[in-house]
C-alpha cells in the first residue's frame, strides 16, 4: 500500500465514497443491513418474501399455518468483519490490488456505522487467526482498524486457504448477536459452508466478495506463467490453446454456480466487490436489491 497514512486513506473515502454514499442513501443508511435486529415485537402469517430463519415453529405447529417473528431494530448495531488476508487477496490490477479493495470498504463501513454511535470489531485470518480487535466506536477506532490492516505483512505463500477456522473462530469471539461481514474472495478448501449456515443463525451475516475479471476470463496471449497466489506454484499454459480457454470458462462457471447456491442455501446475501468497479456503484446496487427484498 503507498497510500501513506490511516488518515489520509479515511480523508479519501470520506470525500470520495461517504459523502456520496450520505447522499444516494440519504441518512438510511440501514437499508444496507435491514435485516440486523434482536428484539421481539410480533407475529404474523408467513409471506413468500419474509426470512425463513424467523418462522416460530412452535407457534406455526399450532396455527397448522407458518408464523414469523417481527423484530424491532436495535438502536445500536455492533458489527463485526471476519477478514481473509490470505495470499490470493493481494490479485488484481497494481493500484487496486483486491486488498486494497478491502481496506477501503472495511474502511467506509466502519466510518458509516461509528459516526452514528455504533461499534465495529474485526478478526484477521491469514492461513490462521492472527489478531482480534474488541469491537469499538468513534473515529480514533477506524483509525487504528486501518492502521492495523496496513501494518498487516501478508504471508509469501502459504497452504491453500481453509475459511472454516475463521468463521468458526469468529462463532466463538462473536457472543451477543451482531452484524458479521464475511470478506474474502472464497478461495478456499471445501467445507467452510456448513460453518457460514452455522454462523449466520446467531447472527446476520452479509458475504463480501472480492474478485478479478483476470480469475474468470484469460485473454489469448499466448505462453504465460500462472502461479497459485496461494501455495507460489507455478505453471506454463498456452492461452492461445481453444479449448484450454473453454475448459477455464466451464470450470469458472461451475465455481461461480456452486458459490451462489452456497450462499442461497445459507440464507446469506452476497455483495460483489469488483477491483475494477466503483465501491460506491456496488455498495448501492446491494443496498437496493435489500430494500427491494424488504419492501
Known amino acids: 500500500m503507498n497510500e501513506a497514512t490511516p488518515e489520509r486513506i479515511l480523508q479519501r473515502l ?4 461517504i459523502r456520496r454514499l450520505d447522499g444516494l442513501l440519504q441518512g438510511d443508511y440501514r437499508s444496507i443491513f435491514y435485516g440486523y435486529g434482536v428484539d421481539f415485537a410480533d407475529l404474523r402469517e408467513y409471506q413468500p418474501e419474509d426470512d425463513i430463519r424467523y418462522i416460530d415453529w412452535n407457534v406455526t405447529a399450532r396455527m397448522d399455518a407458518p408464523y414469523v417473528r417481527k ?14 488476508l490470505s495470499p490470493s487477496v493481494d490479485f488484481g490490477p497494481v493500484q487496486n490490488v483486491k486488498r486494497k479493495v478491502l481496506i477501503d470498504f472495511v474502511t ?8 452514528h454511535g455504533n461499534r465495529v470489531g474485526a478478526i484477521f485470518y491469514g492461513g490462521q487467526i492472527e489478531k482480534t480487535i474488541p469491537a469499538r466506536g468513534g473515529r480514533l ?19 491453500f486457504t481453509n475459511l472454516t477456522p475463521l468463521l468458526e473462530g469468529g462463532s466463538r469471539a462473536i457472543k451477543q448477536r451482531s452484524l458479521v461481514f464475511v470478506v474474502s474472495d472464497f478461495i478456499s478448501e471445501p467445507g467452510w459452508e456448513r460453518s457460514l449456515s452455522l ?5 446476520e451475516v452479509l458475504a463480501v466478495r472480492l474478485w478479478d475479471q483476470r480469475e474468470i476470463d484469460i485473454p489469448d496471449v499466448g505462453i504465460v506463467v500462472m502461479e497459485d497466489a496461494e501455495t507460489g506454484e507455478q505453471l ?4 492461445h490453446d481453444k479449448q484450454f480457454r473453454l475448459r477455464f470458462a466451464e470450470a469458472t462457471r461451475q465455481r461461480e454456480t456452486e458459490l451462489a447456491q452456497t450462499f442461497k442455501r445459507a440464507g446469506v ?8 468497479e466503483d465501491l460506491v456503484r456496488a455498495i448501492m446496487r446491494f443496498a437496493t436489491i435489500r430494500k427491494q427484498r424488504k419492501n
Open 71 to 84: 423484530y424491532v431494530e436495535d438502536r445500536e448495531i455492533t458489527a463485526w468483519f471476519l477478514l481473509d
Open 108 to 115: 467506509t463501513i466502519a466510518r458509516l456505522l461509528t459516526r
Open 269 to 276: 446475501d452476497l455483495l460483489s466487490l469488483s477491483t475494477e
Open 141 to 159: 477506532h477506524v483509525l487504528r482498524l486501518i492502521n492495523d490492516l496496513l501494518k498487516h505483512q501478508p504471508l509469501t505463500h502459504a497452504p
Open 236 to 239: 506454463y499454459v498456452d492461452t
Open 199 to 203: 454462523l449466520n443463525q446467531r447472527h
Open 14 to 17: 470520506d470525500w470520495q465514497v
